[in-house]
């Protein structure tokens, strides 16, 4: 038989450990040359395209400079719910793919040689491209223009609202190029305009004028509210601070001259 084991009570040390010199212990140090870092997010470290700083940079400075009311009436764009009313509309008069109009004038050409009736175009279309339009403005045959709030470089567009209200035409701010290009098939467009529309969409047609005139082309508020001058949390931080330095010093000021 194997002997019995001792029952051995082990006593557990009640004082502090002493240190070994052999292996003295050292905080972590992550500096150069030390421990491995904890793992982080390195994401603010990473150097991002130009194009990203640039837009990144370019929003910073819409916010901290003073904008004046014409580059500032961009950034009041038309609400989620009345845009996507506008695209619910606009989406039934999209301009014909390159595909359809190559098999229009294909048919066409075939009637034609065939003494038959060549179809035709959809009478009224949502027309597009800076030039045109501005020239449908100028003549008062746009009944209602887009203007997309993402426009680079803005001078391209930031003369429109101007002639849009010196000609009395009902203009709309909306996001963004990229929906409005969507919608007569490219991949950005900076303005659209409407010329007209079936009788049954008159009055949907007719509400949305009215709505651009009263937000845009009759707003004076549009034209006299400047933007930006929104500065950083680090200077809110300190001015606040500076503020409250400030209000001490005045009440210890009264309390000195028993006010």
């Not at 034609?112 to 179809?119: F, I, L, R, V």
């Not at 009224?124 to 203007?147: M, P």
């Not at 429109?160 to 709309?172: G, I, N, T």
């Not at 919608?183 to 009215?210: F, R």
Request: glycine share 6%; charged share 30%; hydrophobic share 40%.
């Amino acid at each position: 038989m194997a002997p019995k084991k001792g029952s051995k009570k082990i006593t557990k040390s009640s004082g502090p450990r002493k240190a070994d010199p052999l292996f003295p212990s050292k905080p972590r140090s992550t500096g150069i040359g030390g421990d491995i870092r904890p793992v982080r997010d390195l994401s603010r470290f990473v150097r991002w395209p130009k194009y990203v700083r640039i837009q990144r940079q370019r929003a910073v400075l819409y916010q901290r400079l003073k904008v004046p009311p014409s580059v500032n009436q961009f950034t009041k764009t038309l609400g989620k719910n009345e845009a996507m009313t506008v695209f619910t509309l606009l989406n039934k008069y999209r301009p014909e793919t390159a595909a359809a109009k190559k098999q229009r004038v294909k048919e066409a050409a075939a009637a034609a040689a065939s003494s038959g009736k060549a179809p035709e175009r959809a009478a009224n279309q949502v027309k597009y491209g800076l030039k045109h339009v501005t020239s449908l403005v100028e003549d008062k045959k746009a009944e209602l223009v887009l203007i997309a709030c993402d426009v680079d470089p803005i001078e391209l567009v930031l003369w429109l609202p101007a002639l849009c209200r010196k000609m009395d035409v009902p203009f709309m701010i909306i996001k963004d190029k990229a929906r409005l290009g969507a919608l007569v098939h490219q991949k950005t467009a900076a303005v659209a305009a409407i010329t007209g529309v079936d009788k049954a969409d008159q009055a949907q047609l007719d509400l949305l004028k009215s709505l651009a005139l009263e937000k845009y082309n009759n707003n004076k508020n549009l034209l006299r509210t400047w933007g930006g001058g929104i500065m950083g949390l680090k200077t809110q931080a300190k001015l606040d601070k500076r503020a409250k330095e400030m209000a001490i010093e005045e009440a210890k000021k009264k309390a000195s001259l028993g006010l």
